[in-house]
């Protein structure tokens, strides 16, 4: 099972990015996908989620309103969209996959037993 997010860069305060992550190796079917981030000196912290059966979404506080997360299970792809940016944005972006959550909402990283290689998305202000 691999992940592979893309699509980070370098954009201007109140700019969008979008990420996207390619999922490969297996169907995803009954799976949970996340988006994480990690500022330097800072530990992973959990940004947006969604059911690969359903599309449904959930959000950190600090991103909802502001970040889209969505799914197309046809090209096994997870897409973070990304408007409004804040330098509190700045961070390495990973997705992840998960079997099962240990609660509902769950924002735990230890979920997760796969992760990408990360996209550094980095916000000027």
């Known amino acids: 099972v691999q992940l592979q997010a893309s699509g980070g860069g370098l954009v201007q305060a109140g700019g969008s990015l979008r990420l996207s992550c390619a999922a490969s190796?297996?169907?995803?079917?009954?799976?949970?996908m996340g988006w994480f981030r990690q500022a330097p000196g800072k530990e992973r912290e959990f940004v947006a989620r969604?059911?690969?059966?359903?599309?449904?979404?959930y959000y950190a506080d600090s991103v909802k309103g502001r970040f889209t997360i969505s799914r197309d299970s046809a090209k096994n792809m997870v897409y973070l969209q990304m408007n409004s940016l804040t330098f509190e944005d700045t961070a390495v972006y990973y997705c992840a996959a998960a079997r099962a959550l240990r609660s509902d909402d769950s924002r735990d990283p230890r979920d997760y037993y796969v992760w990408g290689q990360g996209t550094q998305v980095t916000v000027s202000s």
């Open positions: 190796g297996r169907t995803f079917t009954n799976y949970v």
């Open positions: 969604i059911t690969w059966n359903w599309g449904t979404p």
